[in-house]
């Protein structure tokens, strides 16, 4: 009786089966992908793609940021590029704003009043704009700040451990 909900008349066939090999495909071509990653190129596609571009790779940096607080550790993101092209940079206790431009560095906020041992563990842009910054502590905060007139919007608690990661949608 539960054969016939599916529409199948035979008592003794089966749902699932494994000890059978799966079914041939259906249609000409067994292997659906090789349409999409065939190996045959026509000789248009081989001439392009045999063309070599040759560009000049710098052996030496042409600018070189000094960052002595940086913090090592792989799980904090401590750089942050902005879509107006500054820098934000956290070092330590402090976050630094440089401008790519003009090459201008100005500080940001600090977070030495949270004690000693308090140190900024992520800094984050918002996409469109570039006007405000999220950063991260060690203490669990995420502060919110208003980079053009340099003031805190908002400071935001709630996480047991640091701020490791931020990200804006």
Known sequence: YKASFLGISDSKSRIL????????????????????????A???????????????IPSAPTRILDAPDLMDDYYLNLLSWSSTNVLAVALS??????????????????VENDGPDAHIS??????????????????GKTLLWDVHSQKKLRNMGGHSDRVGALSWN
């Open 17 to 40: 089966s494994f000890a059978d090999k799966a079914p041939a495909p259906k249609g000409d071509i067994v292997n659906s992908l090789e349409v999409l990653y065939s190996t045959k």
């Open 42 to 56: 026509t000789s248009k596609m081989k001439k392009r793609s045999t063309k070599l571009v040759s560009r000049h």
């Open 93 to 110: 206790q402090t976050v630094y704003l440089w401008n790519a431009e003009t090459g201008q560095i100005e500080e940001l906020c600090n």
């Open 122 to 139: 992520s800094v984050s842009w918002i996409q469109e704009g570039g006007g405000h910054l999220a950063v991260g502590t060690s203490w």
